[in-house]
């Protein structure tokens, strides 16, 4: 009976032994199973750097932030340290330290927690933070020893070390000890002295509780203990670790403050490298990122902005609608010749939304050098093609209502004859329309979208959309294709494709990227200096003086509707920059304070520019060899003569130059006239009544300088609505007869303008000093109030300076 129940108990025993074994067997073998696979382990994701044009780092995209460095680099204190506190056995154990881990289980069981100390070495670290969770379960304990295990068997000592070195969390957002190192003491780790060494040797155990950032005294601390734990085990002498434990802190954090600069253009290059390469090898595949930012212009680009907010020239209020700071800006500088991207500004903040590329605006006026560019080359105009600048009624636009003035130019100014130069000078809006209109909306859009401008919509090339020539379009456009466009004109006429990133490079330093920009003609060399010449004369004479600076720069202002967008866009001969302002919500930037326009916006160009350029080499516009200066008449746009009152040197491209010599001005005379009734004065004629008028001997006409006013009348408007203008003739200029109503001026049976005369009838409303001879009481007036043509032979002179 004892043999039997012995019996039964082995049995018993044995198949409880053997079921037990087994399960535990599956069980490991299970986890196991579950466990990854480490045979193509190359390293954790690593930090992608972008550098900017001088190889200096500007900034860092990672998951984790992580610089790969060799063991080769690192020095032997630094790998001495991490052996000495980590794991002293490193060398001669096998993965698992079973030692240490009976010594962990002993301490755990005398402390009632089974998993308080994990006796962990150097592998299983690597092994738990490259590929498992720092959750507490046997579990990942099995898993952490078997992962060990087959690092031991696949790698080396060295490449486990390598591994583990550039793997380990060391504070804040340091992965690895090369971005610690970086990160803690502003240098690469090659260059760490045994103090620094210890101290990061020190951080795997407890990051956040020993950061010398935050806890400066815990982390001495803690490096005193790792040098003592160096000193026992024979690493350094005890001078070493006396004059180490001795060592002030030394902390540089300067690499982090200038991650928050380029901010935008960091942005910029992020989405250009994610739409090439994804996501996942940006944040994670160590890519070297080399851009054509210059840091220097970059950092006068964000002083520039921020000394104008601060100040106060750009106001600053908090919307409803947004919680940035508004009115925003964006400011963006390119290479004319390269199309590199200098410099950029995307906004007054660091907030996601980069307005230098994202923000499609309207341009305004900025927009008219494209129209007049088109005209060069598709039209027969010249940069001294003459336009009567007086209103047109909107139904010879085809905008709505026939008695409507449109298109108004900005204070309802009007000047009459004027040459394209001066009507680009001064942003003429009637000038604008007429260009449009002549060469066609969809051959401006043809050439503008030549010019590298992205955004137009179907609804942009309507044949009567003649707004665009004012900037109206249905987007917009961007601030950088702004800047592209204007650099064709400094480019002779080349248009090169605006880029940020040069070369990128794999983690391995393999060249996998080298931008290779797009470069084509858009427009001839001689058509891209007359508008070059144009635009400087802007700046020289006209809206854009604010701009000016001891070298030729050409450039335009614009300024939309109820002022929600002010630009200034120009360039030198080697940068070109547009500086955009405005709401983010369209809003009016006329506040309390004061309006913003163009005129901040060139001022703002005006100060960055300046010093920008100011070391680079004075290279005004060449004038190519087929383009000539002339002097000529802006009043007729022929060869100037003797009498000539003002003379208007411009370029041409030869053979488009005027042949003909003007006979419009000739001797003058002055003649008093009683304003009253427009003709003669007489001594009888009040003194407050008189006016002395000028005319052209001869032919009689009369020519400023002088001034008209007329007022719209539209009973569908509303009385502050009418238009109110004013026709301002210069020194010399004929003088148009205009509606008093509407402006518009009066022609001929041929188009050509109606000029006024000098009358040949003395006043009849006061008592005259002589009796008219019955000549000239027969002699009909051709005052302004004449409806009378007149006789043939200053009809034929009215036909040829006809130039409408």
């Known amino acids: 009976m004892k043999k039997r129940t012995k019996a039964i108990f082995l049995i018993s025993f044995l198949l409880i032994f053997a079921l037990g074994t087994g399960a535990i067997l599956g069980a490991v073998t299970w986890i196991i199973q579950d466990t990854p696979d480490i045979t193509d382990y190359k390293g954790s994701s690593e930090a992608t750097l972008i550098y900017d044009a001088d190889g200096e780092l500007l900034t860092k995209l990672f998951k984790e932030n992580r610089v790969y460095v060799p063991l080769e680099k690192m020095p032997e204190d630094l790998k001495n340290a991490i052996v000495a506190i980590e794991d002293t056995k490193f060398y ?76 380990i969390f060391l504070g804040h957002s340091a992965y690895g000890v090369e971005t610690a190192s970086l990160q803690y003491f502003g240098k690469s780790v090659e260059n760490l002295t045994l103090a620094e060494s210890a101290l990061i ?90 851009t054509t930012l210059n840091s220097e212009m970059q950092n006068l680009a964000e002083q520039t902005i921020n000394n104008k907010i601060e100040n ?70 010249t940069t001294g093609t003459v336009i009567n600048d007086l209103p047109m009624l909107a139904s010879e636009t085809g905008k709505g209502d026939k008695l409507s ?91 090169t494709e605006p880029h940020a990133i040069t070369e990128v490079y794999d983690k391995h330093d393999n060249l996998i990227y080298e931008a290779q920009p797009e470069s084509k003609m858009v427009m001839s060399e001689d058509d891209s200096y007359l508008i070059t010449s144009m635009l400087k004369s802007v700046v020289d004479n006209g809206t854009g003086r604010r701009a000016q600076m001891n070298r030729d720069v050409g450039g335009k202002t614009g300024t939309t509707n109820d002022y929600t967008d002010a630009w200034f866009v120009g360039f030198t001969s080697q940068i070109a920059t547009s500086v955009w302002i405005g709401e983010d919500t369209n809003r009016s930037m006329e506040y309390d304070v004061k309006t913003v326009g163009s005129g901040e916006a060139a001022q703002i160009w005006g100060d960055y520019m300046r010093e920008a350029v100011k070391d680079m080499p004075v ?108 026709y301002t003739i210069e020194a010399g200029e004929p003088v148009q007869q205009i509606d008093h109503e509407y402006g518009i001026p009066k022609v001929q049976r041929n188009g050509n303008p109606r000029y006024e005369t000098k009358p040949n009838r003395i006043c009849n409303l006061h008592p005259a000093s002589q009796p008219l001879t019955e000549d000239a009481a027969d002699t009909e007036s051709n005052s302004d109030d004449s409806s009378e043509e007149s006789d043939d032979s200053i009809r034929s002179l009215f036909d040829i300076f006809g130039n409408d």
Request: glycine share 8%.
């Open 405 to 495: 003035i449109w298109p108004r130019n900005y204070g309802d100014r009007y000047r009459g004859l004027i040459n394209l130069n001066t009507a680009l000078t001064n942003s003429v809006n009637v000038a604008a329309v007429k260009l449009i209109q002549d060469v066609g909306v969809k051959n401006v859009i043809n050439f503008t979208e030549r010019l590298g401008i992205s955004t137009f919509t179907q609804d942009d090339g309507l044949d009567d959309h003649y707004s665009l020539a004012l900037g109206g379009l249905n987007r917009g456009v961007t601030p950088i294709e702004m800047a592209s466009a204007y650099s064709v004109f400094a480019n002779k006429g080349i248009y």
């Open 92 to 167: 001669v154990h096998h993965g698992i330290d079973f030692w240490g881990i009976g010594r962990a289980m002993v301490n755990n069981i005398l402390k009632g927690d089974l998993l308080d100390q994990g006796a962990s070495t150097i592998t299983q670290q690597l092994a738990r933070n490259a590929f498992l969770t720092l959750d507490k379960n046997y579990l990942r304990k099995i898993q952490e020893a078997y992962l060990a295990i087959q690092f031991e068997r696949l790698y080396t000592k060295s490449e486990i070390l390598e591994m583990y070195l550039n793997e």
């Open 619 to 726: 290279i005004n516009f060449q004038m190519p060899d087929n383009v000539i200066e002339v002097d000529v008449d802006p009043y007729t746009g022929l060869l100037s003569n003797q009498y000539s009152p003002r003379i208007d040197v411009l370029p041409y491209k030869e053979g488009t130059e005027p042949t003909k010599r003007e006979s419009l001005h000739g001797p003058v005379e002055t003649v008093r006239i009683d304003r009253e009734s427009g003709l003669l004065a007489t001594a009888n004629c009040p003194a407050d009544q008189v006016e002395e008028r000028h005319y052209i001997s001869g032919s009689g006409i009369r020519i400023g300088p002088t001034q008209k006013s007329f007022r719209e009348f539209n009973s569908s408007k509303r009385s502050e609505d009418l238009v109110r203008g004013t």
């Open 201 to 290: 040797a020190g951080l795997p155990q407890s990051p956040n509780n020993y950061t010398p950032l935050r806890y400066p005294e815990r982390a001495i601390r803690r490096r005193n203990v790792v040098l003592d734990r160096m000193y026992e085990l024979g690493y350094i002498t005890e001078a070493e670790r006396d004059q180490a434990k001795n060592a002030e802190l030394n902390l540089d954090t300067v690499e982090e403050s200038k991650n928050n600069s380029a901010h935008y253009f960091a942005l910029y290059v992020r989405d250009q490298l994610i739409n090439r390469f994804g996501a996942s090898m940006v944040y994670s595949g160590g890519l070297k990122v080399h």
């Open 312 to 381: 106060g020239f750009i106001p600053s209020f908090q919307s409803n609608q947004s919680e940035n700071l508004q009115p925003q800006l964006s400011l963006v500088s390119l290479d004319v010749n390269s199309g590199a991207i200098r410099a950029m500004v995307g906004g007054r903040g660091t907030d996601q939304f980069n307005r230098a590329y994202q923000a499609v605006r309207q341009p305004g006026s900025a927009f008219k050098p494209f129209v007049y560019s088109t005209a060069l080359i598709e039209g027969d105009y």
